[in-house]
């Protein structure tokens, strides 16, 4: 990540180690509100949702000693904006474990921004079926709300402005040691 440390607008938001504890933390929540621990699926929405929903998964296992389900969820064909982009949006195979009725679905993000990301997730999930409940466990909520969703987890709340841009890097989805960066334009 030298080109980060190097940008002198880049700030470090997380570590590897602060990653970890608020994963485990959200985990811990997780356990708390959801009695039936078998009747969650976690839904990463790709790429590093996905990887946050499989590590989370591994917390609550290693906590209670629970299977927890996890799965994907792709947002790319239910996104508002997808016909004024200038490219196609690139289409990942959503994988859940079905049926979703009397279960609890927990959509799975890295940032959590204007809310229309989460919300084309909804829309996304509904085409399996109707799940009992629908939570949300993000990593950071930066703010700035277009939609009224609002995060059950959350791992960091960290206000920025909208010209400054935050960047999350997992050692499995991006080759690079775990962290969290604040980036300025």
Excluded: C
């Excluded at 996890?70 to 790319?76: F, K, P, S």
């Excluded at 996104?79 to 979703?100: C, F, I, M, N, Q």
């Excluded at 009992?132 to 466990?137: H, K, V």
Aim: aromatic share 4%; proline share 5%.
């Amino acid at each position: 990540m030298k080109h980060k440390e190097q940008n002198s607008s880049a700030a470090s938001i997380m570590d590897a180690a602060a990653i970890r504890r608020a994963l485990r933390r959200i985990a811990h929540e997780i356990i708390e509100r959801n009695r039936h621990l078998a009747n969650i699926v976690l839904a990463g929405i790709p790429s590093r949702g996905v990887e946050i929903a499989r590590r989370i998964a591994a917390f609550i296992r290693g906590i209670e000693k629970a299977e927890v389900e996890t799965g994907v969820i792709d947002v790319a064909m239910h996104r508002d904006d997808v016909g004024t982009r200038a490219e196609l949006p690139v289409v990942r195979a959503s994988k859940l474990p079905v049926p979703l009725e009397d279960r609890t679905v927990i959509i799975v993000d890295d940032v959590f921004y204007t809310g229309r990301t989460v919300r084309a997730a909804m829309d996304a999930i509904n085409s399996f079926g109707r799940p009992a409940r629908i939570q949300l466990a993000v990593l950071i909520d930066r703010g700035h709300r277009e939609l009224p969703i609002r995060p059950d987890y959350v791992g960091k709340n960290l206000p920025t402005a909208t010209h400054e841009q935050i960047q999350v890097r997992l050692q499995e989805t991006d080759n690079e040691p775990d962290a969290v960066w604040l980036e300025r334009e």
